[in-house]
């Protein structure tokens, strides 16, 4: 052990108290409605007088939503905090507040976990945050995060995942399948490096990717450009399980069906190229990769005219009938049934089919 | 392995989706505010008008937090609510809704955390409270509980621990010291059930000391109580911690000293009785056991004569000036410092200080 490492702080020096008192002195609240934030049994919030409260919460486990291997802590923290903001954006509101737990085993030192939180107040000043709560408390083994988020809305704006009628158009923002395409890199990279240590690898090329998986931004950008021109999604969700699983809730909860054209997902080059070297499909790292945390919603034809050529914006298809199943048009006007194969904790990671799915 | 036990579900056979569907299905919102709970991206709340939101969030950790070995899954559920129901209580709020959070390990059937949900259920139904919101996944080694609350309050009535001012008295409600006992019943039996698995303890004779362990209750009926007689606390705090971590949480935050008095602090026969047993001074089990969620407040001198004989509530000393430090009054009047050895997960478990406290 080098002299550098031995000056890490052992956590059960500071305790809890202490570790909280360190971890949020650098945290200043923004928000008038954050009445009182770390230091009591309970945060209060005034709530603006007819803005409805959103509430959400997220709980990320070591080898299980991220590995420590090629995870920088910082990273780490920042993540933990946007797929929340996500969820919040999802309803089409601000995301306002948000308290804090961690596990915490002893392998990791105070230091590691200020790395962790420095994370954490980076997110909060992106996304105009204010930390009001936190428990932080040992674990047997590994990190767990559990993050709430609150965030508001006027009542009228919030947008269900209910909401959609047949013939609206369904958009989704940014490119899909990169943070997938990032995640597989990494992992390859993790199998080389266990193989040779000694190995330095060059990945300058697929930066694009690694920060799509390691560092990914909520689309609140999206959510304002829509509301600046007048654009009230009918249905919305994030892309966190991949565009098939999350197409599916949509078309659950709003009784509908869908036809998603495949030509139409929005696929980044490098995505491409890199599913191509890794032998996959690329319209299938689009549908069940996930990560990807952007907007998948729903809008009137009458919005067609204002959505067709917005930036950063693509349509992918229609809702149908619910009897016309959910499907998607190949590229040779094939329909297929769309299945969920997303990213789901209780079951495996992703199937990658063997056979084409275009 | 048995025919009953080879009918067990396994988590994966459901999945994420599937499991929460399931365990969900039971739950009725039962408040207006309640908008939207669980089924999509975040839960909405429309907080009624004028009223202020409390949010607090508790991570149970097993093996940390709880030990499976004689934590029955419906109390560890209906405790996991509790704790978090205690917090909105001690800012003298009501709790309105809860978000369940789980990280559910492979020995884990779906049987088995149906059981868990049914002890969140009870407890649910028992204290009024929506469940909006949850999130269920894998976790590599044991079960990890996060709950998030949210409550309410009239501005005006929130109760900080930051209020209090010297001369204000010192009220604890119920008795202290049971719930560690409890513990320390439970860990006796453990260890000579692992050294003698055939044996049959008896333990009906520390009944009260096992429920207040294994199914403690957060006392809004005190708070309600204090409300209808027209005392507002100046500072309050739930005792998780021991009565000694929670008096300097409240004297620091109102920047007061404190004296109490041990023949003051109340303490159950059994409790007594036990922790002699067990060769504990019971004055410390009460300063440092913890996990009594009682109700440790101060309120003005001139609530005395309200709450002098008020039925589950003793006035056990009074806050004084800063620089007269905190201090417990002996039964032979000597003023011994109070310092916090209470449960501090970060730290160790209770220490019994060898030397007597009294």
């Known amino acids: 052990m080098s002299a550098e490492e031995k000056k890490l702080t052992d956590l059960s020096e500071l305790g ?20 009182l934030g770390v230091g009591d049994d309970a945060a209060v919030i005034k709530p603006d007088h007819g803005k409805v409260m959103l509430v959400s919460k997220d ?14 802590l910082k990273h780490l923290g ?38 962790l939180y420095s994370g954490i107040r980076k997110a909060c000043q ?45 958009c989704v923002s ?4 990169a943070a997938y395409m990032g995640l597989l890199i990494l992992e390859r990279e993790k199998s080389e490096f266990l193989a040779n240590p000694n190995m330095q690898p ?36 994030d892309i966190s ?33 890199t599913a191509k070297e890794l032998g996959i499909v690329p319209t299938v790292a689009a549908l069940n990769g996930g990560e990807d945390y952007e907007l998948l919603f729903t809008v009137r034809q009458t919005d067609f005219e204002k959505v067709k050529n917005l930036k950063g914006v693509s349509v992918i298809g229609y809702m149908t009938d619910r009897q016309e199943g959910e499907n998607l048009v190949t590229v040779d006007n094939q329909l297929l049934p ?15 089919p063997s056979s084409d799915a275009s």
């Not at 709980?59 to 920088?72: K, R």
């Not at 304002?224 to 249905?235: A, C, N, R, W």
Request: proline share 3%; with cysteine.
């Open 16 to 35: 809890e108290f202490g570790l909280i008192d360190e971890l949020t002195k650098d945290f200043k609240n923004i928000h008038s409605e954050s009445v």
């Open 59 to 72: 709980l990320l486990i070591e080898n299980i939503h991220f590995d420590m291997v090629y995870t920088p």
């Open 78 to 115: 920042y993540k933990s905090v946007v797929v929340n903001v996500s969820d919040i954006v999802a309803m089409n509101g601000t995301p306002k507040q948000i308290l804090v737990g961690l596990g915490v085993s002893s392998k990791y030192s105070a230091e590691a976990i200020q790395e």
């Open 126 to 170: 992106h996304y105009q945050l204010d930390l009001i709560g936190g428990d932080t408390t040992t674990s047997p083994a590994g990190l767990f995060i559990s993050i709430t988020i609150i965030g508001e809305a006027e009542a009228e704006k919030v947008v269900y995942r209910s909401g959609a009628s047949a013939n609206d158009l369904v």
């Open 174 to 177: 940014g490119d899909l399948g």
């Open 202 to 237: 060059d990945l300058s090329e697929k930066e694009y990717l690694l920060e799509r998986q390691l560092k990914p931004e909520a689309r609140g950008d999206i959510t304002k450009l829509l509301g600046e021109l007048g654009i009230q999604p009918t249905s919305m969700i």
């Open 241 to 273: 399980d991949g565009l098939a699983s999350e197409i599916l809730h949509l078309c659950k909860a709003s009784n509908t069906g869908v036809a998603l054209y495949e030509d139409k997902i929005p696929i980044d080059q490098l995505t491409y190229d």
């Open 338 to 352: 769309i299945t969920a194969q997303g990213w789901d904790a209780l079951k495996r990671k992703p199937q990658m």
